[in-house]
């Protein structure tokens, strides 16, 4: 028996801190969603890689070559691939986040452990499913004469961070404020469907910029998943073209500095507003 | 001794609320907050609870009384509204055995789970895995997936890890049911012997010839307040008064 321990109040957290002293339990969260995911198909995580591949040829053929697509945009399914499998992460990640706090209800409500865990468990296995797609990526790339800079792959590198951390930072969010109203999971889903719309992912900056005009191209372009696709089109399409193509100006300088900025914003507001209300999750899930 | 748990003047209510949906709390407010949105009640009220190490207290009610309730107060699944609660070293709660069991992982995978998220490191569950298995009785099932055990094997599984989980405290919630005869007995023996090991114990179970084995102290709860607190054979015979 030792009572060299203090009396302490049960159930206060430390926030996200937690899911790194956790990270056991972490690890275990993410490795039973995948495995229960990829449960009885005989390929398995396989499946990851054969879906993106098999998208990667379609987009090739049916946008570049057939639609003539090329010929706007130099190698215009990779200009495609890179934006998409960023915003395939960011809307796995957070849909799934935002679901999970309700998902999990039987056992918060139950035991207590550290409630942060089940969003960030929830990107992190996003994470995992990234990689294949990047892989597949990375394989074009280098069929298209891919020669990326240090400083490119290190942009590559905080361009995914910026995602990840903005999608933790909603999914903390969204996961606590859909325990008192489940109306917000289907705001999440129009949210998802507009970000696609809303960054550079189809079609090209410039005619957003010839079209908004400096005031409102500037709000279009704070958009932390938009900064996030151009520095991926700087890291994986751009070295793979004859390098004519007008990059954003002041990518690096000025707009990652500010995407990281308003990703740590909204993790910090997400949370925040988690901590106001997971007191009172056991009681309403 | 030191005291293990204390539990000071906490209150606790609940809402009776019906909707999860925005659009009916924009009607409810339109209609100039008619109706009963937010009806309240007191689950807890102004119950005081002080423990010391290595007691084992018998909590006794109806139905309803807030005895479950008041176990997850302890535990922090729940934080009162008003009122403090203190605990000191790790508190596991046998609240619901299996509560984070996955039926599609195996027994092997499910105890690695659950005995993280009921708080062991991954070297703890290591060390204790080949006696969580011999006590479960599950044998060569353990890598079998837990959606083809008979209730009784996941019972015995999800017990027999919350029991290697090693607190200080163990909250335990009408679990001493669980299995077969046999295993029933062999939990009963288990928590006896974690009484005697000097384990802080706070019980529920409606067996009222059973629990004066395991308990001295019992607490009577009566919609949410704190009846009587004293001898176990006490608190039993005002609860049966009562039920007559
Ligand atoms: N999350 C909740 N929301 C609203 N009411 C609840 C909730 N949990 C329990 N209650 C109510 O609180 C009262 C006490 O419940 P409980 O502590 O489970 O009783 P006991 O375990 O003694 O049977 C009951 O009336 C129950 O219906
Ligand atoms: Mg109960």
Known sequence: MST???LVRPGVGSGLADTIRARFLLKLLVRKELKVRYRGSV?????????PGVQFIVFYLALGVFLGLNKGTENYAVYLFSGIILINFFTEALGNAARSIVGNGSLIKKIYLPRELFPVASVWVSGVHFFPQLLVLIVACVFSGWHPSLLQLAAAVAGFVVVALLATGLGLFFGA??????DFENIVDLLLMVVTWASPVLYVWTMVRNTLGAGFFAVYQANPIT????????AFWYPTTSGTAELPPQLM???LPVGLVVSLIVTVIGQFTFRRLEGRFAQEL | MATAIEVSNISKQFVLRHTRSLKEALVWLLRGRKGDLSQKFYALNDVSLTVEQGESVALLGFNGSGKSTLLKHISGVMTPDSGSVLTRGRVAGLIEVGAGFHHDLTGRDNVYLNGAILGMSEQQIKERFDSIVEFSEIGEFIDTEVKFYSSGMYLRLAFSVAVHTDPEVFLVDEILAVGDEPFQRKCIAKIKELAAEGKTLVVVSHDLNLIPEICERGVLLEKGRVAFDGRVEEAIHMLRAERS
Do not use: D, P
């Open chain 1, 4 to 6: 060299s321990q203090q």
């Open chain 1, 43 to 51: 390929l398995g995580l396989l499946w990851s890689y054969v879906k």
């Open chain 1, 177 to 182: 404020v859909n325990v008192y109203f489940r």
């Open chain 1, 227 to 234: 900064i996030a696709v151009e520095i991926f089109h700087y």
């Open chain 1, 253 to 255: 300088t000025l707009w």
